[in-house]
């Protein structure tokens, strides 16, 4: 006996549980569709087969054909369906059919209903027992005229071989005498009613008789003598069609429709359900006949669309509902499965339980909508298990858990409901910032876990603290699901000062408090003193450094990205910009890494392939046509996490060139690449980004998702009904201020669709809720109108955005309306209109109560909800102070900073009359490839910037020069003594950091002649290696060039020339020629060793048609190994011969060396 489904679903069938669980985590014997015979199979086109017999004792497979008078015979065999037999003619006239038959398994006779207008009637006939058999119509089989109304299903007893006869139309069941057609009993219908269409009628080997009356929806069973016995418990919602009985064991299947789908329930003889067998929705179609093979086990079914399908017993794995084990912010899940021997795979999944989880079926993950996520598949799964999976579920929260089983044939799923508790907030107290020494700023991490969180901190010298900030009372942290950082200024402190700290939360459910931090403050005077690190490598192999652009550093100086405008002859890509990681030590900057990724040469300019890099600079959202990690599609556009400590890629999404023509192109193409990345969390485990091509089903171009590594990727521009919007999102800002489109901690996302659908309007979407914001104050329908998001406030509270329509009653409705949306109060407040044409914002603080922009005139201010005008025309390029107080612009070719708290501006670049003497630079524009915008201006009044103007005496050049400007004080931070420009790019840490490019050797070692990227490092600079001890002998003798060692090596002072840039400390002496045979190995593609004497410990690198590098320890010969570019190595074996130049790179120093290629030819003729 078979122990009953507990869903029956299979492999692939998008379907509901279809039988209640009887016993979890136990294997059910089941049935499994496993293959149809029909068109294009081993026989010719069946014509609407209704009906479906099965001879018990030789197994073939009678097929009654619905549009003709016939029925096809198959013979069975080892493939999924049968080999096609013969074709038997049964009424021999045309326009009867064969609507349903039946065989008589001991005399092989064969049986055929009609109740069609050409003829209404039941016929008997006759095999004579040949290998290929021949019917023939006995005539002696001759039911009453009258009798028959509308003969439908039939079947044998084989107790008496009497044919059953279930009258559709007349609402009977008739037993017919197999001899000669007469009528023996008829069956009314069951206990206390009657037949209402009887369909279908079989008969167990015991006699017992079941029949299907489909207007009913009912089974009854009867005994041989027509009296009634029970009805089968059928399910919920079904509605039976037709019925086959199992000779051998008296089990019954019944083929039903059930909500829309077609289904094989399985009944042991006493009635008991056993399993369910859903149809795969790849053959579903209306229930025509089945037919039940006692010998081979295999159900045969007729779905009334030309084929005939093969079910076969299978073993449904076992599952048990999942536990879930909640931790903070984190739940173990775990679920029991048993594979019943079976070769099994099982997953478990998890979704809010406030989203619409039963939606999707277990097979349906993925898709834009879909708010089910997957674990990792358990594989090879084959005796009894308890698979477990940790998630990142959030506290104070109710989820939906989820576990799915599949082997070769079936599957199986179980869901279950886990309330995660509400627990005290967590709480991180961090680093204190802008350390004066009267002042600092304190800083820490909240996760308020989904419930309303107050903190404060506690201060003072001490661990009793005894002061808090804010002064009095609690500053709310809100009720975000995930954590986000808080900050609190306190001033009136004692110079030269240590100080305890911590910071303390409370949430409904208690207080917590953080670890206890000390700062110190400074002294109460004193200038600050800066030294020159080189960030750059000597050896550059090729890059080149572009003097403004494409730099991005992480907030404590410790490590720095170069954007390289040239070609990399090392490098793994050919763009217009490539990208190198510089990290800091104890003992210097290391040398740069490129972490470009690896991609194919293809049609169409490519921009780059860096989207942006994380905050903690251990990840990087990278662009690549190549597959570098499951999932990624061979000359698609793909997106990927780098790894760049292990070098691993992450897919995030992609798209194929089928799909989306030119696909890559369009990420990673001029202009284009810009337009990606949004925000991310400091180590890219969760990403927000802007994608042209649709990387998900149903999803628009131009469109933001979001990906995690806990939860994939899904669509995070919906609009509030769920479904992707009609219309484009607008790109992010190219500029270079700050234009957050992101809370902080990533819970909160703001977006905006252009004009070209009609969901134009700005949204917010937060807790998986999109909610319209520039709506019409006081529209109950709640309709957008069109906007562009501009900045939001770090905890996503607040949002700047612009509007063409006039949304509260005091906007005068004359220009672009300037507004503030605040989340809590969920209304916009109208701030100013921004003249006519579209409003140019240069950028919004992090709190959104400071704003700069511009519409083509002068430029505004917005601070509060206070517009002040700038006497300053087209404000460009600006920097925006972490608080918000100080603003930093381009005007007229000046710099100026603006104090909010004083309502001042200074033109920080003029001369000391006010004059505006000439060019100024505060940073180029594009978007830079982080979270935030280049910080060049700080919460402690100082900005940095770069200018031609000289403002000191120790500026002596005509040329741009680095400076600083705080409270009145210029200090010069380049050399100011040379014919170079320095070019600030980036600064860190308040200041502390100051980055800069410049063709000028700072330090000795500096002997590239090209432009590098120095640190201006406050309490910086490194020792410099030692000059070289005395010689003896020949290890006294080198190149007759060479310069004598420099004895001032060393960190260079602020504001001093480092030395010459042609002072290089060692050089290559020699390069040897190549031996014949390793000529010969490069010609075939292997590796040569290039013989390189150097006068001292480096890097030697080789470049050209040839490339390879090899490290010298001390001075002596290297080898380097190196081998030909594929390129080189096509043109070698096309040619036969090929002369190549190859240039050796050492310490600042080259060489360059030819030589002549041949291909070789094997003893057997042909070349190698």
């Known amino acids: 006996m078979r122990r009953i489904a507990i869903s029956g679903l299979m492999v692939l069938v998008l379907g509901v549980a279809l039988a209640p669980m009887a016993k979890a985590a136990e294997p059910i014997d089941s049935f499994a569709y496993l293959a149809t015979f029909g068109p294009g199979e081993s026989f010719s086109f069946l014509s609407e087969p209704s009906a479906v017999a099965v001879d018990q004792d030789s197994g073939r497979i009678f097929v009654g054909e619905g549009a003709f008078g016939s029925a096809r015979i198959f013979t069975p065999n080892s493939s999924p369906g049968g080999e096609e037999l013969t074709t038997v003619d049964v009424f021999g006239v045309t326009g009867r059919l064969a609507s349903n038959v039946a065989v008589d398994s001991s005399t092989d006779a064969l ?396 949430n409904s459910v208690g207080e917590t408090a953080g670890a206890d931090r000390t700062f110190t403050t400074t002294g109460a005077g004193g200038a600050t003193t800066h030294a020159y690190e080189m960030v750059t490598p000597v050896d550059q192999h090729g890059a080149l450094v572009n003097g403004s652009t494409n730099f991005w550093s992480a907030t404590d100086g410790s490590w720095f990205v170069t954007g390289s405008g040239a070609a990399e002859p090392d490098g793994t890509s050919s763009v217009i910009w490539q990208h190198f990681l510089s990290r800091r030590s104890s003992t210097g900057w290391s040398d740069w890494s490129q972490i470009d990724p690896p991609r194919f040469s293809n049609n169409g300019t490519t921009e780059g392939g860096v989207a942006a890099v994380s905050e903690d600079g251990t990840h990087a959202l990278v662009i690549s046509n190549r597959v570098l990690d499951a999932g990624g599609i061979e000359g698609g556009g793909n997106l990927y996490v780098y790894d760049l400590d292990n070098g691993t890629f992450e897919f995030v999404g992609g798209v194929s060139n089928e799909d989306y023509l030119d696909a890559y192109v369009w990420l990673a193409g001029l202009q284009k690449i810009a337009e990606v990345f949004i925000w991310g969390t400091p180590d890219f485990s969760s990403v927000v980004f802007r994608s042209q091509p649709p990387l998900l089903p149903g999803a628009p171009e131009f469109q933001i998702y979001r990906w995690s590594r806990a939860g994939g990727l899904e669509l995070e521009s919906t609009m509030p009904d769920g479904e992707p919007p009609s219309g484009s999102t607008t790109p992010p800002t190219g500029l270079p201020g ?95 209109t921004v003249d006519q044409g579209n409003a140019v914002v240069a950028g919004v603080s992090g709190t959104t109560q400071t704003a700069i922009f511009t519409a083509g005139g002068p430029g505004k201010v917005l601070v509060g909800n206070q517009i002040r005008p700038l006497d300053f025309f087209g404000p460009t390029n600006a920097s925006i102070s972490s608080s918000g107080r100080y603003l930093g612009w381009i005007s007229g070719r000046e710099v100026f ?158 504001g001093k020339s480092g030395g010459s840039k042609n002072n290089p400390i060692a050089s290559i002496t020699r390069v040897k020629k190549l031996t014949a ?25 080789v470049t050209g048609k040839a490339s390879g590098s090899a490290r010298a320890k001390k001075a002596g010969t290297v080898s380097v190994p190196i081998s030909l570019t594929k390129s080189a190595l096509s043109q070698l074996k096309a040619k036969g011969s090929l002369t190549i130049t190859l240039t050796v790179h050492f310490d600042g120093t080259k060489k360059a060396v030819s030589m002549t290629l041949r291909t070789t030819t094997s003893k057997k003729g042909g070349s190698r």
Request: aromatic fraction near 8%.
């Open 1077 to 1101: 045979a390793d000529r010969a190995a490069l010609a075939r593609g292997g590796k040569a060793h290039l013989k390189v004497k150097v006068g001292g410990p480096g890097k030697v690198t």
């Open 738 to 832: 700050e234009h957050r489109q992101v809370s902080d901690d990533g819970s909160v996302s703001y977006f905006s669709i252009d004009l070209n659908g009609s969901d134009y309007g700005v949204y917010r979407r937060a807790d998986g809720q999109t909610t319209a914001i520039s709506v019409i104050e006081g529209d109950p329908t709640h309709t957008p109108w069109p906007g562009r998001i501009e900045g939001v406030s770090r905890d996503g509270r607040y949002a700047i955005f612009s509007s063409l329509v006039a949304l509260t009653p005091d906007d005068p409705g004359t220009g672009v309306g300037l507004y503030r949306y605040d989340a809590d109060e969920e209304a916009a407040t109208y701030l100013s």
């Open 897 to 1054: 900073l603006y104090d909010a708290a004083t309502d001042t501006s200074t033109c920080v670049s003029c001369l000391a009359d006010g004059s505006a003497g000439g060019d100024a630079y505060l940073m180029n524009g594009g978007r830079p490839p982080g979270n935030r915008a280049p910080r060049l201006v700080f919460d402690n009044g100082l900005i940095v910037f770069s200018t031609k103007n000289q403002l000191v005496t120790e500026d002596q050049n005509d040329r741009f020069d680095v400076y600083t400007y705080q409270n009145g004080k210029l200090t010069l931070i380049s050399p100011g003594d040379g014919p170079y420009d320095a070019l600030v790019v980036e600064a860190a840490a308040e200041g502390r950091d100051i980055f800069f490019s410049t063709d000028q050797g700072l330090i000795p070692r500096d002997t590239n002649n090209v432009a590098d990227v120095y640190d201006a490092r406050a309490g910086g600079g490194f020792t410099e290696p030692a000059p070289a001890t005395e010689c003896e002998g020949e290890a006294c003798k080198g190149p007759l060039t060479s310069p004598a060692p420099r004895t001032d090596l060393g960190t260079s002072a602020l």
């Open 111 to 506: 049986y055929a209903s009609d109740r069609s207008g050409y003829g209404i009637g039941v016929a008997r006939l006759v095999s004579d027992g040949a290998p290929t058999p021949t019917y023939t119509l006995d005539p002696s089989f001759a039911p009453e005229s009258d009798l028959l109304v509308g003969p439908a299903g039939i079947a044998v007893d084989p107790t008496t071989h009497d044919l059953l006869v279930a009258d559709r139309s007349a609402g009977k069941v008739y037993r017919l005498d197999s001899s000669d057609g007469s009528l023996v009993s008829t069956i009314d219908g069951p206990e206390g009613g009657d037949f209402q269409a009887p369909n279908a009628v079989a008969v167990s080997a015991a006699g017992e008789i079941y029949v299907v009356d489909v207007d009913s929806g009912r089974v009854d069973r009867f005994a041989a003598d027509g009296s009634w016995l029970s009805r089968l418990p059928l399910s919920a919602g079904a509605s039976p069609k037709t019925i086959a009985v199992n000779p051998t064991s008296g089990e019954v299947a019944v083929l039903e429709l059930r909500v829309g789908q077609t289904v094989i329930d399985g009944f042991s003889a006493s009635g008991t359900l056993e399993f369910s067998a859903p149809f795969p929705s790849s053959i579903n179609g209306t229930p025509g006949g089945i037919a039940w093979d006692g010998g081979s086990d295999r159900i045969y079914v007729t779905p009334a669309n030309a084929t005939v399908h093969t079910f076969v017993p299978a073993v449904q794995p076992g599952v048990d509902p999942p536990a879930g084990t909640p931790g903070r912010n984190t739940m173990l899940v775990k679920a029991d499965v048993a594979p019943g021997g079976e070769a099994t795979t099982a997953w478990l999944e998890y979704c809010p339980a406030t989203a619409a989880c039963d939606d999707y079926p277990a097979f349906g993950v993925g898709g834009a909508k879909n708010p089910w996520k997957r674990g990792p598949a358990h594989e090879g799964l084959t005796s009894d298990t308890t698979i477990e999976d940790e998630f990142p579920l959030y506290s104070n929260a109710s989820w939906k858990l989820r576990v799915t089983a599949v082997n070769d044939k079936l599957s199986n799923s179980a869901t279950s409901t886990v309330n995660s508790p509400l627990l005290v907030p967590t709480v991180e107290t961090q680093g204190a910032a802008s350390v004066t020494g009267v002042s600092a700023e304190l800083t820490g991490l909240i996760d308020p876990i989904g419930d309303l969180t107050t903190y404060h901190f506690e201060y003072g010298p001490t661990t009793a603290y005894g002061s808090q900030a804010p002064l009095t009372g609690e500053a709310a942290a809100g009720k975000n699901r995930q954590p986000r950082t808080v900050t609190q200024l306190i001033t009136g402190l004692q110079p030269e000062t240590t100080y305890h700290y911590r910071l303390v939360a409370t």
